[in-house]
């Protein structure tokens, strides 16, 4: 992926928050989430968004700098992915292959993810996350979020598989 192209996409996100109507509207998701008191497809998005930057934080273990980029990382689980995205364009350096510790953190998180993903589409109301995004500006932008952390993940994954996986496939 084009420097430019990920670049335009992290403007975009961020004009997208930006121009939310719903700036200085109170948010009431956090004492809903300090309540228990959140529909399944309202977890989802939460727990999502903690969890994918820990998968940046397993993956960053294997650049150089590790020690640094585990830090930025995890600062992504407090402000998001808009901080991740450009900390990805900007990276050229590429990664080293993953250990069987790393490959077993991926896969459990990955496990996690669908259980969770499948208990929010059964026991879950959409429209209850829709009604959110429309009246609440911490859910508004925790969307936009899980968005731009998705193109992100996705992104390293894809473009990085075959060092990441080599020692998967050099076995097989």
């Known amino acids: 992926m084009n420097r430019l192209i990920v670049f335009i996409i992290w403007l975009v996100l961020i004009a997208l928050t930006a121009i939310s109507p719903l700036w200085g509207e109170p948010s009431l998701f956090l004492d809903q989430v300090l309540l228990g008191n959140l529909d399944p497809t309202q977890w989802f998005i939460f ?3 903690g969890f994918f930057p820990l998968y940046f934080f397993v993956f960053a273990r294997n650049e150089k700098q590790p020690l640094w980029r585990s830090l ?3 600062l992504g689980m407090a402000f998001g992915a808009f901080i991740l995205l450009p900390l990805e364009a900007l990276n050229s350096k590429s990664a080293n292959p993953l ?4 490959i077993f953190l991926l896969a459990s998180m990955d496990v ?4 969770i993903l499948t208990w929010s589409m059964f026991f879950g109301d959409w429209s209850v996350y829709i009604q959110s995004y429309q009246t ?3 859910v508004y932008i925790m969307t936009w ?3 731009a952390i998705v193109i992100v993940s996705s992104y390293k994954v894809i473009s990085q ?3 990441y996986f080599k020692t998967i496939l050099k076995q097989e």
Request: glycine share 0%.
């Open 47 to 49: 727990i999502s968004l």
């Open 72 to 74: 930025l990382y995890l």
């Open 99 to 102: 250990t069987r510790l790393q």
């Open 112 to 115: 996690i993810l669908l259980l």
């Open 136 to 138: 609440d500006l911490f």
């Open 145 to 147: 979020d899980f968005i």
């Open 161 to 163: 598989s075959n060092i």
